[in-house]
């Protein structure tokens, strides 16, 4: 599997201490993923995902001595892009995770509320502390799977345990997810 065979703190520590050729290894591991990561979360095709990806990675480059990294270099990577498409509607005024109901009240649908701002920034804030609720294997699953884009066999294969159990793990972390937060949009 290639992903065991890529050591990311490795790689990290040199791309921080300053190393050309490390930081041309992570761009070289992860650019793909995080293009196409970028693309799915961006509603029609643009090019916008390519610049989003490669600012990420300018900006990891020129900031590479104050990263501080409270998880996987992947997860880093992955909510860095998450974040920048998140500013890219926000730099155009659109509004996203909103339900129908909320759009159709806004008399003017290209201007995001305050209130909407508020109510996105406590939804992600509620999510994240239920997420930290659940048992650790079954949030480690949730994060690796959610966060970090596994697969569930690369979940199986990476934490030595069955297919079945990645699959029940999500199954009950999502079930009480849902039951904790009933107007989660992503069960």
């Known amino acids: 599997m290639a992903r065991q065979s890529f050591d990311d703190n490795h790689y990290l520590q040199l791309f921080i201490s300053g190393s050309e050729d490390a930081f041309d290894a992570i761009f070289k591991r992860y650019y793909e993923g995080l293009l196409q990561f970028a693309k799915v979360l961006l509603p029609y095709p643009t090019d916008e995902a390519e610049d989003i990806v490669a600012e990420m990675f300018c900006t990891l480059w020129h900031n590479r001595r104050q990263i501080d990294i409270s998880t996987t270099l992947s ?13 890219y509607y926000r730099k155009r005024k659109t509004i996203f995770n909103l339900p129908e109901e909320a759009l159709a009240d806004t008399p003017d649908v290209g201007y995001q509320q305050p209130d909407h701002q508020l109510m996105y920034k406590d939804i992600t804030s509620q999510i ?46 999502l079930k009480f997810l849902k039951a904790a937060y009933p107007m989660l949009p992503i069960c």
């Open 128 to 173: 994240q502390s239920l997420v930290a609720q659940l048992p650790p294997q079954m949030r480690l699953v949730f994060k690796m799977h959610r966060y970090e884009g596994f697969s569930y066999d690369e979940i199986a294969g990476l934490l030595n345990i069955s297919l079945n159990s990645v699959k029940t793990h999500m199954f009950r972390a």
């Open 75 to 87: 997860a880093y990577l992955y909510v860095s892009v998450r974040n920048r498409v998140f500013d």
